[in-house]
Nanobody
Framework: QVQLVESGGGLVQAGGSLRLSCSAS????????MAWFRQAPGKEREFVAG????????TYADFVKGRFVISRDNAKNLVYLQMNSLKPEDTAVYYC???????????????WGQGTQVTVSS
């Protein structure tokens, strides 16, 4: 069982930046593919970005390409999502997920965090 905890969400103005962190309870985070998803009110959860076990093959949804960067530090059991040039439409609860392998989309995590709220004001 892997427990994931997201942090770093908050309220930011359009054009601003936030960095989300996902902390894992396991000391072997490096065996999992990781991804960030988001869910806005009234909408389905959607893929945002994913990364392989070793940090390679970062993949992004089209709506965040060039603005968001996913990275990981396996030694610290952390995964990050750097979000730049934020837009009001980025407002959502952001979740990190861990799965056996990340090889692109679709990616169906076996473990989820509880989410962190990101609100972007116009």
């Amino acid at each position: 069982q892997v427990q994931l905890v997201e942090s770093g969400g908050g309220l930011v103005q359009a054009g601003g930046s936030l960095r989300l962190s996902c902390s894992a309870s396991t000391r072997t985070l490096g065996i999992y593919g990781m991804a960030w998803f988001r869910q806005a009110p009234g909408k389905e959860r959607e893929f945002v970005a994913g990364i392989s076990r070793t940090g390679g093959s970062p993949t992004y949804a089209d709506f965040v390409k060039g603005r968001f960067v996913i990275s990981r530090d396996n030694a610290k059991n952390l995964v990050y999502l750097q979000m730049n040039s934020l837009k009001p439409e980025d407002t959502a609860v952001y979740y990190c997920g861990a799965g056996e392998r990340f090889g692109g989309v679709p990616f169906r995590p076996s473990y989820w965090g509880q989410g962190t709220q990101v609100t972007v004001s116009s």
